[in-house]
């Protein structure tokens, strides 16, 4: 079975800290995802990489830079946390198979509150 | 990009009434439409999905159909109880683009005892 693991549940940080937010999968997935869930918003998706130190730019990077160094940890960064970044994170992975879809797999999210 | 819609964003039944939510999406090249249940406070968890070449799927009382013609897709519920109350999203996925899914707003269940 799939196991996503962010490594908090919940978080405060304050307006203008650098705030880490980590995640780690244990399927030697190539691809992995963070995404900002609001309520009435579904979920956005914020960045994404296809493989150790790449990064694409989902619909919503303002504010926000990832990294990813090893295959298993992806690491999304807020550079200068503002509150209009309180929302609820959420991690997935899922493995690269160019002709078949694959579904994701979510960790249990990440409650960022910025004071 | 794709833009994916879904509607209603609210739905109440009573237990034991079927619920059906829908979806639509614009770009033709999609080719993958996962459905995800997330009860309060857990993660998104698939719980069914549909491919392109495939018009319906089952898994006991769940049931998603796909129109392409359309660009429409739907998930069906039957029987449904109190443990079916949940969001649900909707995706889709465009065909060799590294599985990026594009989600729905998510459509909020209440299925009353």
């Known amino acids: 079975d799939v196991k996503v693991t962010q490594s908090s549940r919940y978080l405060v940080k304050r307006t203008g800290e650098k705030v880490f937010l980590e995640c780690v999968q244990d399927?030697?997935?190539?691809?992995m995802f963070w995404y900002r869930q609001d309520p009435g918003l579904g979920l956005r998706l914020i960045y994404f990489s296809y493989d150790v130190k790449m990064k694409e730019k989902g619909d919503i990077p303002e504010g926000y830079s990832v990294s990813r160094e090893k295959k298993e940890r992806f690491s999304l960064i807020l550079e200068s946390a503002s509150t209009n970044q309180t929302s609820m994170y959420l991690c997935?992975?899922?493995?690269?198979?160019?002709?078949?879809?694959?579904?994701?797999?979510f960790g249990d999210g990440t409650r960022l509150s910025i004071l | 990009g794709e833009n994916v819609e879904q509607h209603p964003s609210t739905l109440s039944v009573q237990e034991g009434d079927s619920a059906v939510i829908k979806c639509t999406y614009s770009?033709?090249?999609?080719?993958?439409f996962p459905w995800y249940k997330q009860e309060l406070g857990k993660r998104p968890q698939l719980i069914i999905d549909i491919r392109s070449n495939v018009g319906e799927k089952k898994d006991q009382r769940i049931a998603v159909t796909l129109n392409k013609t359309a660009k429409h897709f739907s998930l069906h519920i039957t029987e449904t109880q109190p443990e079916d109350s949940a969001v649900y999203f909707c995706?889709?996925?465009?065909?060799?683009?590294?599985?990026?899914?594009?989600f729905g707003t998510g459509t909020s269940l209440t299925v009353i005892p």
């Open positions: 995706a889709a996925s465009i065909k060799n683009t590294g599985n990026q899914f594009y």
């Open positions: 399927m030697d997935h190539e691809n």
């Open positions: 997935a992975s899922t493995s690269l198979r160019i002709s078949i879809n694959q579904p994701q797999h």
């Open positions: 770009d033709s090249a999609s080719n993958y």
